[in-house]
């Protein structure tokens, strides 16, 4: 009786070692409770782990820098380039010549296009909003109040996702006062707000000027001495990618 009792106990063994990982879940002592639970756990356990391992969902609105200016496509921006290096899924939005305040020729600011443009779609993981490089002109707390509204209209539309602001980018080491104002402004408004903050000016992602010849302007920087070249694209999405990664964004998953 012993022996036959080892016998089926061996062969049971044997049939659990031979099947696939999921099935051999319900191979454990006594059978039926073990295998009930693992069952009823599988579906909710299989959705969790896709969602631990799939690309974040990161939408970013922005100006010329983010979607390329004429004769630039959106997949060849910084933006795009530092998705791929972070494994992020990308959506692009904004406009060239646009800002908080700035509309660009009469077109929309931010606000609009983030309506037009993103706010309809399905809610990301995290939006990251760049601006203030075409607003350097407007008072800074007439910027700061309306990166406000757009950053609140997105936590309204899409509970749970995460936020963050980036500054202005410049096209050199140097920008005017009014610049570093608007900056400064939308530096304490991510600071009022509790959201991450990129700041590309202290950074010193762009250093010198194409007219001395000096720091990395000059490789960049295109002649117009304000947009990116093909490599500065690529350099900046490194520089954004670092301070992603430093300030623990890099993998965001939306809340709830």
Request: net charge positive; hydrophobic share 45%; glycine share 14%.
């Amino acid at each position: 009786m012993t022996s036959r009792r080892a016998r089926r106990g061996a062969a049971l063994l044997a049939l659990c070692l031979g099947l696939t990982a999921p099935a051999t879940a319900g191979c454990l002592a006594g059978g039926g409770p073990g295998q009930g639970s693992a069952a009823a756990a599988g579906p909710a356990s299989t959705a969790a782990a896709a969602a631990r391992t799939s690309p974040p969902v990161v939408m970013i609105l922005g100006d010329s820098y983010t979607v390329g200016e004429r004769g630039v496509r959106p997949e060849t921006t910084y933006a795009s380039a530092a998705a791929r290096l972070l494994g992020w899924q990308v959506v692009l939005g904004g406009r060239g010549g646009t800002g908080f305040v700035v509309t660009g020729g009469g077109r929309d600011a931010f606000l609009q296009l983030f309506e037009s443009q993103l706010g309809w779609r399905p809610a990301p993981d995290m939006l990251l909003v760049s601006g203030g490089h075409n607003d350097w002109n407007v008072p800074p707390a007439a910027v700061a109040a309306a990166a406000h509204v757009v950053l609140e209209r997105a936590r309204q539309r899409w509970a749970g996702t995460r936020l963050a602001l980036m500054g202005p980018l410049w096209g050199d080491g140097s920008p005017p006062q009014r610049a570093l104002a608007v900056r400064d402004a939308l530096r304490n408004l991510a600071a009022q707000l509790g959201i991450p903050f990129i700041d590309p000016i202290a950074g010193r992602w762009i250093t010198g000027d194409r007219l001395s010849g000096m720091g990395n302007a000059l490789r960049y920087i295109k002649r117009d001495g304000t947009h990116p070249t093909p490599a500065g694209h690529r350099y900046l999405a490194t520089r954004l990618a670092e301070d992603v990664r430093r300030l623990g964004i890099a993998r965001p998953r939306r809340a709830g």
